[in-house]
């Protein structure tokens, strides 16, 4: 009972307290509210990046097979493996439970009624995918969904947008104006958290029978289950073992070199093991079903929400501190009352826990109005409801008790330690200069935010450079017609018909555009001479293309010249980049020639004809690598250049040409420079986090500062009202007032360079072709954040120096 009302006098004098001194409880609690808040909504973030693919239920014991291969200085790194390697694998090792191979269908159309649907998420599946992968069905036989011919699995979505209803089994769909194609099952949307999403799934052997015998080629995206207790070092010694006793026998056979000869010279034929929950944050793989993300923003937004939860913590710390004189009298009247150091302890972390959880009540209201726009800005959709998830509310409780204890620690134990007789003879120091952990915290808050400020104008800075930077192609006045393969022959009457409409310059057929990013370009091996030996082999991106596509992208020709229909040989003629030339030695185009493998593994001979000035053909993280043309018909799309300023007035024009080419027949295009830009997506949400963040640190530090210069000025009344009466201007007191606060920002600025230089440096490293760090983005950011403690440090002190002297001196 004693206890009870012991901890319950502790909770209303902490009550009063605070009530007592509301200016400053407001702003601690806003500060901890603030910093509390910023820190839960990345919580959030980085739970929802690191949550991908565990929905599945058996997601720890799978693994995708991913291609690294390595040949005389040319790097081919995909998400894909050969086709009869899984199968090859499980029947080998019955470590290995399940396999299952993918193959992407990209576009299909699908008929409703009168009308052809483009559908974007088709994927042709073994019918062991419900074996390994968690898709729970709705309706349908997960076990034999799969084993019908002309059969098709469809998600909720679908089945109600083409039936209204999922009891559709049995119905059928009339897929790319060949076939129906009989509805064997309907399964729940994928979860958002999926490194794949798919809408129809289409069985695998329709299209590629059996397993296959090509072990040279990496086209499918292949997934094992291991059995419990497997680990993944076992499994990858079998895939080795698998590459050295299949694929090293066709090696041999088309590039007359073993594994062991390749590997002797430096160069490999590698395929690891990747574990399905490490693939959306750990893998930037090409032929990637889906964009993926970063770890390391992972990393850096938790270090972040760390700062910012110890620059709120701070914020406390020195108020409490700074307030200590003021409570000073208080804490020696209860010592000579009887009360112990262990009872003011207690009470001033009561305090100090009460006022951490009053801040977590206005965090989570603060999160629950933030979390619409933080979503906007960051790509996710969160909703409200997850803040009250039945883990995530008692690790907020817990992380309010822990804040409130460390944050109040240092306040609790300082005020205790006063001996009362000093402290009634008003022997207790309150001065604001000597208190030299204040300043430390001060400094440490400000360093932060001129890193983040740093960061902020680097990101976008980097972000400008891209899109302004020259990338050896003109994406400007570029219309891409997509889907046009759905026009079969007519594609190039199609084409003639747009170049007659007014302001259309220039019109390409090509499926391999640089805006779709390097990781989607096809890549292969070619030979420098007919030998086809893996020591002459190089491995560039393969581009398909007709010939006006050099014209259409206001690319151009470095040594040569384009291909052209007057040249029959051209269709077996390549266009080089300069990169590949350079590789290749070649100054001198004449007689030069590369090889393929073609019927029985004999060469087959192509000549180069011209060489094309290096363009970006992959995100500007990557170096631009070697590069061939191929005069080949590849018609996915279909490039305009025009120079018509009255765009609607053109697309409605292209719509019409459309439909009375392709009546029910969907048709759909994007602009260059949109497509290009949304290559760096990430990268523009990152420089919209940092900037958020930046602001949020910059705040919560202000809001500290303000309440450290009210006290300053509350603890030096009598001294402004002197200088005051003795001929002191406004202007020389806000200066007195604010010239330490100066000081500390200097600083902060002299720490917090290095480090942002530093940082940001090695984020630029991931960039093959970055801006550099220029000595203003320093000066600016020590002149934004001087600037903001300034004005901080100024509202107050001008109300203090513009007080009547009068009445603060007849205070005594």
């Not at 208080?330 to 972390?349: A, C, P």
Request: glycine share 6%.
């Amino acid at each position: 009972m004693a206890y009870r009302c012991m901890y319950k006098n502790y909770w209303k004098i902490a009550l009063r307290t605070l009530w007592r001194n509301k200016f400053f409880s407001a702003i601690n609690i806003i500060g901890l509210a603030a910093g509390l808040a910023v820190c839960l909504l990345i919580t959030l973030y980085v739970t929802d990046e690191c949550g991908y693919d565990r929905y599945n239920e058996n997601a720890d014991r799978i693994y995708r097979l991913d291609a690294d291969l390595f040949m005389n200085g040319t790097l081919f790194n995909s998400a894909t493996s050969p086709n009869p390697m899984p199968g090859t694998l499980a029947k080998d090792y019955p470590m290995i439970e399940q396999f299952v191979r993918l193959s992407f269908e990209y576009d299909i159309l699908v008929r409703k009624g009168n009308q052809n649907i483009q559908e974007h998420h088709s994927v042709l599946a073994d019918s062991t995918f419900f074996k390994v992968f968690t898709a729970p069905m709705i309706a349908g036989d997960p076990l034999t969904a799969l084993n019908e011919p002309n059969s098709v699995v469809i998600d909720e979505t679908t089945a109600r947008r083409y039936f209204n209803s999922t009891d559709v089994i049995g119905k059928t769909l009339y897929i790319d104006n060949a076939e129906n194609c009989k509805i064997t099952g309907v399964i729940k949307d994928f979860p958002r958290q999926s490194h794949f999403h798919f809408s129809f799934i289409r069985p695998f052997h329709e299209i590629w029978p059996g397993q296959g015998s090509d072990w040279l080629t990496n086209g499918i995206h292949s997934y094992i289950l291991v059995k419990p207790g497997v680990k993944q070092s076992d499994i990858q010694s079998r895939v080795d073992e698998t590459v050295n006793t299949y694929l090293s026998k066709q090696l041999e056979g088309a590039f007359h070199s073993s594994i062991h000869d390749l590997q002797g010279r430096g160069d490999y034929f590698r395929y690891h093991l990747m574990p399905l929950t490490d693939i959306h944050l750990h893998s930037d793989k090409t032929f990637e079903f889906e964009a993926n993300g970063n770890i390391n923003y992972v990393y850096i937004f938790s270090v972040i929400a760390i700062v910012i939860l110890i620059i709120a913590c701070v914020n406390f710390m020195n108020l409490s501190t700074s307030r200590s004189a003021n409570r000073a009298k208080e804490v020696g009247i209860r010592k000579v009352s009887g009360s112990t150091r262990n009872n003011l302890i207690m009470q001033f972390l009561v305090e100090s826990v009460l006022m951490s959880y009053l801040a977590l009540l206005l965090a989570l209201a603060l999160s629950s109005l933030l979390i619409p726009l933080f979503n906007q800005v960051s790509g996710k959709q969160m909703h409200v409801d997850i803040l009250f998830t039945s883990w995530l509310l008692p690790t907020l409780i817990t992380l309010a008790f822990v804040v409130g204890c460390a944050a109040g620690s240092y306040p609790a134990f300082y005020l205790s330690s006063f001996n009362p007789i000093r402290v009634l003879k008003g022997s207790i120091a309150s001065g604001f200069k000597h208190g030299w952990l204040r300043s430390s915290l001060v400094v440490f808050q400000f360093s932060t935010s001129i890193i983040l400020i740093i960061g902020t104008i680097v990101i976008y800075n980097q972000l400008g450079y891209i899109r302004s930077r020259k990338i050896g192609y003109d994406r400007e006045h570029v219309l891409v017609l997509h889907n046009t393969e759905n026009l079969d022959k007519r594609i190039h009457t199609f084409r003639e018909e747009l170049l007659s409409l007014p302001g259309v310059e220039q019109a390409s057929i090509s499926a391999d555009l640089p805006t779709v990013g390097g990781g989607n370009l096809n890549q292969r091996g070619w030979f420098r001479d007919p030998t086809l030996n893996a020591q002459n082999v190089i491995i560039m991106t393969s581009i398909y293309v007709d010939e006006n596509y050099i014209p259409a992208l206001g690319m151009h020709i470095e040594n040569g010249r384009n291909f052209s229909t007057e040249y029959k040989t051209d269709s077996t003629g390549l266009i080089l980049n300069e990169t590949a030339a350079k590789m290749l030695g070649w100054r001198d185009l004449s007689g030069a020639k590369l090889y393929l493998p073609g019927d029985s593994n004999k060469p087959k001979a192509f000549h180069v004809i011209g060489i094309v000035k290096d363009f970006n053909f992959s995100s500007m993280h990557d170096k631009i690598g070697p590069m061939v043309m191929r005069l080949e018909q590849s018609w996915g799309n279909i490039v305009l250049r025009f120079k018509n300023n009255d765009i609607p007035s053109l697309i409605s024009q292209i719509q019409d040409k459309w439909n009375s080419m392709a009546p029910g027949l969907p048709l759909s295009y994007t602009f260059m420079d949109n497509d290009f830009n949304n290559l760096y997506n990430a990268e523009q949400q990152t420089g919209k986090l940092f900037t958020t963040f930046a602001v949020f640190a910059i705040f919560i530090a202000c809001l500290g500062l303000f309440g450290l210069i009210t006290y300053a000025a509350e603890q030096r009344t009598k001294e402004i009202g002197i200088r005051k009466v003795l001929g002191a201007s406004v202007g020389r007191i806000v200066s007195l007032l604010s010239k330490e606060f100066v000081r500390l920002v200097c600083i902060a600025s002299l720490i917090g360079f290095p480090v942002a230089w530093w940082a940001m440096n090695k984020w630029l490293e991931s960039f093959a072709y970055r801006v550099n760090i220029g000595w203003w983005v320093f000066v600016i950011a020590g002149l934004a954040t001087l600037m903001s403690a300034l004005i901080t440090v100024s509202l107050q002190a001008i109300k203090a120096a513009m007080a009547n002297p009068v009445k603060s001196l007849k205070t005594e």
